[in-house]
Antibody, heavy 124, light 107 residues
Framework: EVQLVESGGGLVQPGGSLRLSCAAS????????MSWVREAPGKGLEWVAS????????KYVDSVRGRFTISRDNAKNSLYLQMNSLRADDTAVYYC?????????????????WGQGTKVTVSS | EIVLTQSPATLSLSPGERATLSCRAS??????LAWYQQKPGQAPRLLIY???NRATGIPARFSGSGSGTDFTLTISSPEPEDFAVYYC?????????FGQGTRLEIK
């Protein structure tokens, strides 16, 4: 079964840090771009970051560039998001998502597999 | 940044009544558009990719059309489980962007 399972969310104070993890199974993780997408309370979906299979190319939305770092470990089938200098407006459910169409490798989408999400709350 | 504008914000229909959802891009994106369905408390689910291709396991009542800047998601005869929020997303250029969503609600 193709599956993504996120972990690492929680409550953190403004200015603090958090590291999210995403464990992948059921597909050839090392072949696909992977992404993080978030959903703030009462808001829509926002793409956060994407990473190429060999991590030679990484993209960020402007609002997190310089504060967040996406990375991956293909040997462990895992994706990560290191979040520093967190702000109240980073409060959201963070989803890990596979980029592609079944076995077809694509670059910026679509997101064909999603995890269940992990909640991040930034508050004092 | 490519802005995607979805309309209407809310669509109120009865089950079985044809649903037409629109997504307009601020610049041409060829056919690099996807549609997702999201229900409360759940992760989004891919419905349509590259404007008109149904994802695996998606019922035939869902169809997508369009190219360039104007796109449409049609649900021919919505079932009760189809009432949800729908998002479009473009992969033509970075940053990747989503529309603000259309809520399909039961009338």
């Amino acid at each position: 079964e193709v599956q993504l399972v996120e972990s690492g969310g929680g409550l953190v104070q403004p200015g603090g840090s958090l590291r999210l993890s995403c464990a992948a199974s059921g597909f050839t993780f090392r072949s696909f771009w992977m992404s993080w997408v978030r959903e703030a309370p009462g808001k829509g979906l926002e793409w956060v970051a994407s990473i190429k299979p060999d991590d030679s190319e990484i993209k960020y939305v402007d609002s997190v560039r310089g504060r967040f770092t996406i990375s991956r470990d293909n040997a462990k089938n895992s994706l990560y998001l290191q979040m520093n200098s967190l702000r109240a407006d980073d409060t959201a459910v963070y989803y890990c998502a596979k980029v592609g169409i079944n076995t077809v490798v694509t670059r910026g989408g679509p997101f064909d597999i999603w995890g269940q999400g992990t909640k991040v709350t930034v508050s004092s | 940044e490519i802005v995607l504008t979805q309309s209407p914000a809310t669509l109120s229909l009865s089950p079985g009544e044809r649903a037409t959802l629109s997504c307009r891009a601020s610049q041409t994106i060829s056919n690099y558009l996807a549609w997702y369905q999201q229900k409360p408390g759940q992760a989004p689910r891919l419905l349509i990719y590259d404007a008109s291709n149904r994802a695996t396991g998606i019922p035939a009542r869902f169809s997508g059309s369009g190219s360039g800047t104007d796109f449409t998601l049609t649900i021919s005869s919505p079932e009760p489980e189809d009432f949800a929020v729908y998002y479009c997303q473009q992969r033509s250029d970075w940053p990747l962007t989503f529309g603000q969503g259309t809520r399909l609600e039961i009338k």
